[in-house]
Every structure is written in C-alpha cells, then in structure tokens.
C-alpha cells in the first residue's frame, strides 16, 4: 500500500470527529488523503478543526451535518464536490448504541433513532457514493463500520444488534451487484473500542441486557454465573474490558480495504477483534 496511491484522493468519513472516525480521517490526512468529515457534536467539531484541520487546512473539510435529516446526504457530496471536486473512497462511521434493550423492552423511538442512523443513513449514504463512482466513470471504495453485533445475537440490544447485521447484508448486497463497475464495499467488524458511541450509557441501560452482553462477550470472572440478573454484579462495559480494540488499528485496516492491494477483496466483513469471537 504505497502512500502515493492515496494522494490527491478525497475520503468522506461520517462521524468523523471523535473516536474511530477521527482515527480514520487522520490515518488518511497523513496518507496525503483529502478529508471531508461531518459531524453533529459541537466539541468534536471544535477540537478537530483546532488539532486536525489547522494542521491540513487545505486537506479538510468540516460539515456540521445530521445525516438522518432529509437532504443532509446530498449536501454532504455537493459540499465536498464543490471544494475537492470528486470522492474515491467513502467511510460508513457514524453510528449510535442502544440502551441493551432486548426486544421486549425495547423502545420504539429508540429502535427508529438506532435503525436510522446504523442503517438506514449508511445505505442513503452508499446510493449517493455508488452514483457518483459511476457518474465519474471511476473505481471507489466504501468501507462501512459494523461490529461483532453483526453476526452475534447479544452483544448489544435488539435494535442495535438488527441494524449492524442489516448493513452487513448491505455491504454484500453492493459488493456484489457493483463488482462489474469496479466499485468495491467491504465491512469491518470490530470488536469494543474506546469511542464515544458509549456517551449515550450515561442515560441509562437495560441491565438484564447488560448481563446478556456480558455473557456473549465473555466479561464474566466466574462462568458458573449464567443467570443474567447476577451477570450485572460489578458492572463491565465492552470499552472497558481487556478485549478493547485499537482505533488506530482499525483506521489502518480501513485504509487496506480502500487500496489497490485490497482490489481482489468485495463484499467481504473484515473482523476485527484480536480473534475474542473466533471460538
């Protein structure tokens, strides 16, 4: 993966500010990449036009987008095309958790606000870069940010668990089809990250779903304890645990997937989570 392949190049990585995709905009700013990034968190925001756009000024560019609302999506390819004049590679980060709710707990509007934002934004988002690709006659890369939610029953609740595994359909569903067109889709699942995707636990959570979690991802000291009430004594969320997972890692493999080396690779879900979920 040679870093001039990326020069002169424009990513657009949703949910760019903090955490994983700020990892990933950085990883490709300092592959010569250029950046366009939203957001919807004003400090985020903030601190990455103060450290990461100061540094590239000519490379970035910030947009304080909702890409749920109608007409964000469209905006956030018009505004980048107007500053960099085309997009290669498209990054499907932003994404929000649920409260552990299993599904007879669960909370409709939480189930919308998950749905529209794990899922139903990134597929609006992949029409919109399959479109460009095409209507520039090129090759491009979208890389979408699963989870082990994605092929797992509870490691997080109904409605985060149902989102993450419907954009794994949809990453094989355009890999697939687009294959011919030189378009290429690939997912990576990782495992628990330091990222602020968790800030929304502040809120509160479904403790028996906790437990459940707790179970699945093996965060347990004693497994004789499998009744999920006693799995929430000393409460252990996943970004705490000794299986986090390294954001930079991952941007790392983000930037794999959209390069030449990776040509051979479409529609395939990437693990990432130090093998945790191999056994």
Wanted: glycine residues 10%; negative net charge.
């Amino acid at each position: 993966m040679a870093p001039s392949e990326f020069a002169q190049k424009t990513a657009i990585v949703t949910g760019g500010c903090g955490g994983l995709g700020r990892a990933i905009a950085e990883a490709f700013l300092e592959a010569g990449t250029n950046v366009i990034t939203c957001d919807i968190n004003d400090d985020l925001i903030s601190d990455f036009k103060e450290k990461v756009s100061t540094a590239h000024a000519d490379r970035t560019l910030v947009l304080k987008l909702d890409i749920t609302k109608d007409g964000s999506i469209d905006e956030l390819f018009a505004e980048g095309k107007k500053v960099f004049k085309s997009i290669d590679f498209v990054v499907n980060n932003a994404g929000r958790i649920d409260k552990f709710d299993p599904v007879g707990a669960m909370d409709k509007a939480i189930w919308d606000a998950v749905i529209a934002l794990n899922l139903t934004a990134p597929a609006l988002v992949c029409k919109a870069a399959v479109n460009e690709f095409l209507s520039e006659g090129k090759k491009g890369a979208i890389v979408n940010i699963g989870s082990i939610a994605s092929f797992r029953g509870f490691t997080c609740g109904a409605a985060y668990t149902a989102s993450k595994h419907g954009l794994l359909g949809l990453t094989k569903n355009t890999g697939f089809f687009y294959a011919s067109k030189g378009i290429r889709c690939n997912a990576i699942l990782p495992g628990g990250m330091a990222t602020n995707i968790a800030n929304s636990l502040a809120q509160g959570v479904n403790m028996e779903g906790m437990g459940a979690m707790r179970i699945t991802c093996k965060l347990l000291d004693s497994p004789s304890c499998n009744r999920w009430r006693d799995a929430t004594d000393d409460l252990m969320v996943p970004e705490k645990a000794d299986l986090q997972v390294d954001t930079a890692k991952v941007s790392a493999l983000v930037l794999y997937l959209c390069s030449d080396a990776a040509s051979i690779i479409n529609g395939a879900a990437w693990t990432a989570d130090g093998g945790a979920t191999a056994n």
